[in-house]
């Protein structure tokens, strides 16, 4: 069997993605390795967001141009986000690139790579193909949480963001081959399933008949063996009062939701092309709390977007502490090639994007670490999904509200199963607890 090195980078849905290549090129009689030396295959699977995800993989791609030497006949493939961006900028830059393709012709990967062993000069496919649902395929080693896509590509386009650009417009797949495929996960003894989308909670509209993500989520729960349903990245703008009140009484969605803030000034919001304002925002916040006791919240945002103030950014530290951020993923303005905001005259200098970034962080750290320290002496329910990062002795796993638990499992073997455990000490990033039992 031939072999096939997959190297990824970026979100969720990348990973989702060098599943299917994985399996599909399975079918192909390449078999997966983890060592680049002695693959015959190599490929790429890249993540546009910043532009140092994209430096990423121009400097990997230079590791790579050694083993490409010694083994002429070794094929090497980018695809993903920045293979849909750069197109033949990444072949003009890479010359030992011998297939770039984007996420559209995930499906028809076997079909490339032969094209590219058989012509024996660069192939580039990244035009919009037909939408595929690729189920099932790959079975994963530890077979206990899974992530299902339910729809790609995105119509919003926010000045800032390549999605619209990279995955296309916003498509759902039918509920019936998403339930398939979750409940083939389920046979194979998964247990806890991603919904995902880059705007997933816009899912269904343009299905015929239309549905929405709720009815999606009334239906997994339904699935027997899978014991948690999450989803992700929830837009404000889709956010509806059905699928709130959806989180609070469907019994396996977990009380969790990532919503995106981005900027907590209404100015950066217009300019970012977000589609809704502070107040509208803290309206939702407020309705997720009174509705979804003990939903944890967690957010996205921007440090130094063109155009922000010193007082634009106050705002958005501001919203962080009034909303209460359970967690936070913030990161710097990155411009990005062919984004409306890339074009803006009044970008904010490095060192301002910096200082911002890191006073962001340092809110969002005290805040988190007092969201944790309310959790001492709770008992929790919690999926053990292996042994502790620091601790191999210990065994860990995530609550329904995501957060990290470590704890002492006695030396039985709890791998997969639903326990209660109680929060004795909370750390920064997870908490330590005591096993109190299974879960019923
Ligand atoms: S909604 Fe999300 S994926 Fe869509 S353009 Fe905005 S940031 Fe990008």
Redo the contacts with the bound molecule.
Sequence with gaps: MAKLHLITYGCQMNEYDSERVAGLLGRQQYELTDREDEADLILINTCAIREKAEEKVFSRLGELKGLKQKNPGLLIGVMGCMAQLQQSAILKRAPIVDLVFGSPAIARVGELVERARRERRPVLETGEGALVKLTGILPRPDRLKAFVTVMEG?D???TF?V??LTRGRERSHAPESILEEIRGLARQGYREVTLLG??VNAYGKDLTPATDLAALIESVNEVEGIERIRFT?S?PVNLTSRLIQALRDVPKACEYLHL?LQSGSDRILERMNRGYTRARYLELIAELQETVPGLALSTDLIAGFPGETEADFEATGEMVERVGYDSVFAFRYSPRPRTAAAAFPDQVPEAHKGRRLTRLLEVAGAIQARKNAALEGREMEVLVDGVSKKNPRELAGRTRCNRVVNFDGGGRRLYGELVRVRITQAMPHSLRGTLVGRAQ
């Design positions: 995105c919003k386009y926010c963001c999605v619209p880059q705007n990245t837009n995106p």
